[in-house]
């Protein structure tokens, strides 16, 4: 009773997605997880060899896809080869991305188109090329990974945050003019999560206690913790929510740990 009831709410048996940056860690887990939910999961990266021992282990509802996400033109192609395999693209998630750490004034202009191609560009056409595909059906969902620094902004990474901002209002426009086609779209946007991309804070001694003492749950997040969040974006159980940021931060945004000096809480 209870399973039915959940699966009637969360489950994605039937649908398929398309999730970008799947060999990374973040998209990785979200892929796993979407798989795991009962949807066909076309898994797609720049590194296809790291896909592919996640295929074999999910089984033949996942296959893995070499897309470069600033490969602009060859879009169509790779969006029909996943349509016409499963028969449907439900599910955008675009999740590749990168960062370079350096000062505002340091940056060059081959960093910055590099980023912005990358966390923007790719985004924005990738979702443009899978929404033909959704209007047609009338029907889809986009999550756009975002980040932290769509609100508060850290030292040394003025590029990527101008890019995940810009996600999030590409976000906000996607759900205003394809909510006609019954596309919704919503942005989740992680803390410090432990990754490949986040490796140079989180094995640095200083620059960890300071995320640590920012973040009101005294850890650092994990790839799996921002899979729920886009289960239930991606799920029916969220029909009616779109044009949405979703904060993954372990309460980073509100305030971080309490200051102990003074006052017992
Ligand atoms: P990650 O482990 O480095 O994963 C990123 C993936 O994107 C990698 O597999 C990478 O491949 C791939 N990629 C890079 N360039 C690409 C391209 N041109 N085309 C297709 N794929 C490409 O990083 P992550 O931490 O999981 O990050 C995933 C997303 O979450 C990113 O959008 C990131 O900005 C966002 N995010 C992460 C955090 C965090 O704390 N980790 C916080 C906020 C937001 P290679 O490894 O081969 O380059």
Redesign the pocket.
């Given at each position: 009773m209870v399973n039915e009831y959940l699966a009637s709410m969360f489950s994605l048996a039937g649908k398929t997605a398309l999730v970008?940056?799947?060999?990374?860690?973040?998209?990785?887990?979200v892929a796993v997880g979407i798989a795991k939910a009962g949807a066909n999961v076309a898994l797609?990266?720049?590194?296809t060899d790291?896909l592919d021992p996640i295929c074999n282990e999910l089984g033949s509802t996942t296959a893995a896809f070499k897309?470069?996400?600033?490969?602009v033109a060859a879009f169509p192609k790779t969006v029909d080869e996943i349509a016409t395999k499963y028969g449907s693209i439900d599910i955008l998630v675009?999740?590749?991305?990168?960062?370079k750490r350096e000062g505002l004034a340091d940056v060059a202009e081959e960093t910055y188109d590099r980023i912005m191609?990358?966390?923007l560009k790719?985004v924005f056409f990738l979702s443009q090329t899978v929404a033909h595909k959704m209007k047609a059906q009338n029907s889809g969902v986009i999550i756009n990974?975002?980040?932290?620094?769509t609100g508060p902004v850290l030292g040394g990474v003025s590029v990527?945050a101008a890019?995940?901002t810009g996600?999030l209002a590409l976000t906000r426009s996607m759900a205003v003019e394809w909510a006609k086609y019954n596309i919704r779209a919503n942005c989740v946007?992680?803390?410090?999560?432990?990754?490949?991309?986040?490796a140079p804070?989180w094995e640095h001694p200083t620059r960890s206690k300071y995320l640590l003492d920012r973040i009101a749950l005294n850890r650092?997040?994990l790839?799996q913790d921002?899979v729920g969040v886009c289960l239930f974006l991606a799920s029916d159980a969220a029909a009616y929510i779109t044009g949405c940021e979703y904060r993954v931060d372990g309460g980073c945004v509100c305030g971080g740990q309490p200051w102990q000096y003074d006052t017992e809480f």
């Open positions: 970008t940056g799947a060999a990374g860690g973040i998209g990785s887990a797609c990266d720049i590194n790291a897309l470069d996400v600033t490969d675009n999740c590749a991305g990168i960062n191609n990358i966390n790719g990974i975002g980040s932290h620094n990527y890019t995940k996600v946007s992680p803390g410090h999560i432990k990754t490949e991309l986040t804070t650092p997040g790839p921002v």
